[in-house]
């Protein structure tokens, strides 16, 4: 039996280690500042469909000057980044900007031990069969050419971003909405215009000629606002009723449709809707009757009021019609042994042979870390971060509206159905989840507690999950990890404006975000993406928080996440709540935290 004298001795510098990289906090006096330059491939489904042929790095050639979102600050050993400063490949440097590829870190074994860098090496080893993931690249110098291509790509595509709410404000008569984001636009649109004068690879015919090109771009993209702007206020306000009270006709024709079961859920989600408009759904009869909109007393107020109303209403659109295309009755049974799976049994207890075989806080934590991925439990490291963040936040937690979707036009299995088809199944999957639970509490007490006895217990049970994974093989009838839904998670980081449009912007930064049996925190070298392949899009109205977690809000202040899960991940006891901490910076310099949370309560 192995004993704790092998290992505990440098439990406290390496548990300090650990912590240190994951603090919120100050720095220790030994750790110095690195810039490093991101990858961030696109299109976003690339971090969990990889093609060489149509995934681009689009932060190749980037510079911190002009593309931010493609750089991060990271605290290192400052023994590592006096290394990096000499020997990096991947340094560069232009004017007073200095900086790394982030590929420059993976040559250091001591950086690679670190939880991120094997939360993400553990998940991807788990369903390597259906995450295709990008690979480490490494670093590659770009030419004066392709810094010029891709500055262009990069700003092309912002207006892109900046310019679609403003198009769908004329299609869809948001007037109120529309004449903030026009002023928005012309505001960026100038710094972006003082971006092309000041790069350096450009000739001021170069210059002159992109600023031309964006122009025409925005011109195009948002003529359909500019011809709402042609029409009176009136029948502005008369269309725009019009098209608001045709999908609430549409939405309720719809519900009607579904069973009664989940008619309820849906009416239950509805109240998150009444704040901005109460559409007093009800029964009549087979039917369902709403208070529809009129342009008697409608007001800019209550315009700006029906933007929030009109997302929300959307995305429950978006469930309704899902769950009118759930599996049902007639689903078509798949024999156990071609239906595609991860070695849950296998991957467990191998962790738990490195750990026996060469004991130590390090394998210990891996084991842990295999346990959370596995069985979706937030890690006890995740839950001190998240603590100590939570110390710091204002308010009381915002919740989000979660809403389910159809991944590409796929049939949803909805986990109710997921259980009638294999009913041993969600027995399996709740055992696993409470055994997980307490093979976590055993590894706290072997880390603060040594006994033989604790590692027995350890063992019987990472052998009761090995079993309880080889009766699933035997039983499985469904495909379970294939991608087949999407979750929209709403969050309204104004909700002390009553539904009206912020008139400030703010810089938003994701300090924490658990998930799946990870987490991040913007410490990590990992990116977010990078660590959570499921995420499809974290995002405001005109613009992304990824790859990084910062971002710029919008006049409709709505954070919304996309995850794109497989029944396994939408139906497993262990993966129903997912918590956020994001600080919110004013024009004034005033900074808060507050708490996110959401339930992944799917029927």
């Known amino acids: 039996m192995f004993r704790k004298t092998?290992?505990?001795?440098?439990?406290?510098?390496?548990?300090?280690?650990?912590?240190?990289?994951?603090?919120?906090?100050?720095?220790?006096?030994?750790?110095?500042?690195?810039?490093?330059?991101?990858?961030?491939?696109?299109?976003?489904?690339?971090?969990?469909?990889?093609?060489?042929?149509?995934?681009?790095?689009?932060?190749?050639?980037?510079?911190?000057?002009?593309?931010?979102?493609?750089?991060?600050?990271?605290?290192?050993?400052c023994d590592v980044a006096s290394d990096m400063a000499a020997q990096a490949t991947g340094r560069q440097q232009r004017g007073s900007y200095t900086w790394y590829h982030v590929s420059d870190l993976l040559?250091?074994?001591?950086?690679?031990?670190?939880?991120?860098?094997?939360?993400?090496?553990?998940?991807?080893?788990?369903?390597?069969?259906?995450?295709?993931?990008?690979?480490?690249?490494?670093?590659?110098?770009?030419?004066?050419?392709?810094?010029?291509?891709?500055?262009?790509?990069?700003?092309?595509?912002?207006?892109?971003?900046?310019?679609?709410?403003?198009?769908?404000?004329?299609?869809?008569?948001?007037?109120?909405?529309?004449?903030?984001?026009?002023?928005?636009?012309?505001?960026?649109?100038?710094?972006?215009?003082?971006?092309?004068?000041?790069?350096p690879y450009y000739s001021l015919a170069q210059k002159a000629a992109l600023q031309d090109e964006l122009k025409t771009l925005a011109d195009q993209q948002i003529r359909y606002w500019t011809l709402l702007k042609k029409?009176?206020?009136?029948?502005?306000?008369?269309?725009?009723?019009?098209?608001?009270?045709?999908?609430?006709?549409?939405?309720?024709?719809?519900?009607?449709?579904?069973?009664?079961?989940?008619?309820?859920?849906?009416?239950?989600?509805?109240?998150?809707?009444?704040?901005?408009?109460?559409?007093?759904?009800?029964?009549?009869?087979?039917?369902?009757?709403?208070?529809?909109?009129?342009?008697?007393?409608?007001?800019?107020?209550?315009?700006?009021?029906?933007?929030?109303?009109?997302?929300?209403?959307?995305?429950?659109?978006?469930?309704?019609?899902?769950?009118?295309?759930?599996?049902?009755?007639?689903?078509?049974?798949?024999?156990?042994?071609?239906?595609?799976?991860?070695?849950?049994?296998?991957?467990?207890?191998?962790?738990?042979?490195?750990?026996?075989?060469?004991?130590?806080?390090?394998?210990?934590t891996r084991l842990e870390t295999a346990i959370n991925v596995a069985f979706l439990l937030q890690g006890r490291t995740g839950q001190e971060v998240l603590a100590a963040l939570q110390a710091q936040t204002v308010g009381e937690p915002i919740q989000a509206l979660t809403s389910l979707a159809s991944f590409e036009q796929q049939p949803v299995l909805l986990c109710q159905e997921f259980s009638r088809i294999a009913p041993q199944m969600q027995a399996i999957q709740l055992e696993s989840f409470e055994l997980a639970k307490q093979a976590r509490e055993?590894?706290?007490?072997?880390?603060?507690?040594?006994?033989?006895?604790?590692?027995?217990?350890?063992?019987?049970?990472?052998?009761?999950?090995?079993?309880?994974?080889?009766?699933?093989?035997?039983?499985?009838?469904?495909?379970?990890?294939?991608?087949?839904?999407?979750?929209?998670?709403n969050w309204n980081l104004s909700e002390h404006l009553g539904g009206r449009l912020a008139t400030e912007n703010q810089l938003i930064e994701l300090e924490y975000l658990d998930y799946d049996g990870m987490f991040w925190t913007p410490n990590m070298s990992a990116t977010i993406p990078e660590l959570f392949p499921d995420i499809a899009e974290l995002s405001t109205m005109t613009g992304t928080l990824l790859p990084k977690g910062v971002g710029n809000s919008a006049a409709v202040n709505n954070l919304q996440l996309v995850l794109q899960q497989s029944p396994y991940s939408a139906c497993a006891t262990g993966n129903k709540v997912i918590n956020a901490v994001v600080k919110l910076t004013d024009h004034n310099g005033v900074t808060s935290r507050r708490v996110l949370t959401a339930t992944l309560d799917q029927m």
């Not at 670093?139 to 004066?144: E, H, K, L, N």
């Open 442 to 489: 055993l590894i706290d007490l072997i880390i603060t507690t040594w006994d033989d006895s604790l590692l027995e217990q350890l063992t019987a049970i990472v052998n009761r999950l090995n079993l309880l994974a080889m009766q699933s093989n035997q039983i499985a009838t469904v495909d379970q990890f294939s991608t087949d839904r999407t979750i929209a998670v």
């Open 107 to 199: 040559k250091y074994p001591a950086l690679l031990t670190e939880l991120h860098i094997f939360q993400a090496e553990l998940y991807r080893t788990l369903y390597n069969d259906f995450v295709f993931v990008p690979g480490d690249g490494g670093f590659s110098p770009a030419s004066d050419q392709l810094r010029r291509e891709n500055f262009r790509l990069a700003l092309i595509t912002k207006l892109g971003t900046l310019t679609e709410p403003l198009r769908y404000a004329g299609l869809y008569r948001r007037y109120t909405l529309g004449v903030q984001l026009e002023q928005e636009l012309q505001q960026q649109l100038a710094a972006m215009n003082g971006q092309i004068a000041r790069f």
């Open 231 to 364: 029409y009176s206020p009136t029948q502005i306000t008369q269309s725009r009723v019009s098209h608001l009270n045709k999908r609430m006709s549409s939405f309720a024709a719809e519900l009607a449709k579904l069973p009664s079961a989940q008619q309820n859920k849906i009416l239950a989600k509805l109240a998150a809707l009444a704040p901005y408009y109460d559409m007093q759904l009800s029964a009549c009869g087979e039917q369902y009757c709403y208070q529809a909109l009129s342009t008697t007393g409608f007001t800019a107020e209550l315009d700006e009021k029906l933007v929030y109303f009109e997302l929300l209403l959307g995305n429950l659109n978006n469930e309704v019609q899902a769950l009118s295309n759930a599996y049902n009755e007639n689903y078509q049974y798949i024999p156990p042994t071609l239906i595609k799976r991860p070695d849950f049994g296998g991957f467990v207890s191998g962790q738990m042979q490195q750990y026996q075989q060469k004991p130590s806080l390090h394998a210990l």
């Open 6 to 77: 092998s290992w505990q001795g440098a439990l406290q510098p390496v548990t300090a280690a650990l912590l240190c990289l994951l603090s919120a906090q100050g720095m220790a006096n030994n750790q110095c500042s690195v810039n490093l330059q991101l990858v961030n491939y696109a299109p976003q489904s690339c971090y969990a469909e990889f093609n060489a042929q149509s995934c681009q790095d689009v932060c190749i050639g980037a510079d911190p000057e002009f593309n931010q979102a493609c750089f991060k600050a990271l605290s290192l050993p």
